[in-house]
């Protein structure tokens, strides 16, 4: 994208763009395992029987969305959220809810991607 037309890109208006986009996809991410940890006792109020099996996956996921969380600096690490939305999705195969909750977190990591290819290009 150019600016006023003299061939220079145009600038975000951000400060430090690159901090700003590790930001947004840190707090994504961070959101996205509060969620999940606190989701676990609704899905089992509501009579789904969730097994510890499950239960462990769900603390797993939440567990590895925190860390990534911290590693935002990391090139891959936006490649691994990516993976993380995936799996969040295929856990919707234990319980519809965790299914809904990663058709929700997808759409706003895409909107992250979004944001981050528009603003670093």
Do not use: C, K, N
Request: no cysteine; aromatic share 6%.
């Amino acid at each position: 994208m150019t600016g006023d037309g003299d061939g220079q890109p145009r600038r975000s208006g951000l400060r430090d763009p690159q901090r700003a986009v590790r930001g947004l996809g840190a707090a994504a991410l961070a959101l996205e395992a509060l969620v999940l940890l606190l989701a676990i006792q609704p899905i089992r109020a509501v009579g789904a029987d969730l097994g510890g099996a499950a239960i462990a996956v769900v603390v797993t996921l939440a567990v590895v969305a925190a860390l990534l969380a911290g590693m935002m600096r990391r090139p891959w690490a936006w490649h691994a959220g990516t993976v993380l939305q995936g799996l969040l999705l295929l856990s919707g195969l234990l319980h519809w809810s965790l299914f809904v909750l990663g058709v929700m977190f997808a759409l706003a990591w895409a909107y992250a991607l979004h944001v981050r290819r528009v603003i670093l290009g």
